[in-house]
């Protein structure tokens, strides 16, 4: 099944804001780590915006996922947990 680039962007937000949650992080404090405007992350997780090829790699640094779970929802989200199957978004 083929996503549309609407489809696509609302995945990405949900994953982004599930990685968020589950590394116990505020989207402050995350933007935060990140280096970025505080409104930023809320923007992404809105789908106002989608992160930069070099955000995604920030936030699968700073959250410890596993960006071919960010992009695609495939396999587990953080990084070594040994679960393939972990998919909260997607």
């Known amino acids: 099944m083929t996503l549309s ?3 696509w962007r609302t995945l990405i937000a949900a994953r982004i804001r599930d990685a968020r949650r589950d590394s ?3 989207q402050n404090t995350l933007a935060v780590a990140l280096g970025l405007h505080p409104m930023t992350v809320s923007k992404w997780e809105r789908c106002l915006v989608t992160p930069s090829i070099e955000s995604f790699v920030d936030v699968e640094r700073v959250l410890g996922v596993r960006k071919e779970w960010l992009l695609t929802g495939e396999g587990s989200m953080k990084k070594g947990d040994g679960n393939e199957t972990t998919q909260l978004a997607g």
């Open 24 to 26: 116990g992080f505020s």
């Open 5 to 7: 680039s609407e489809e």
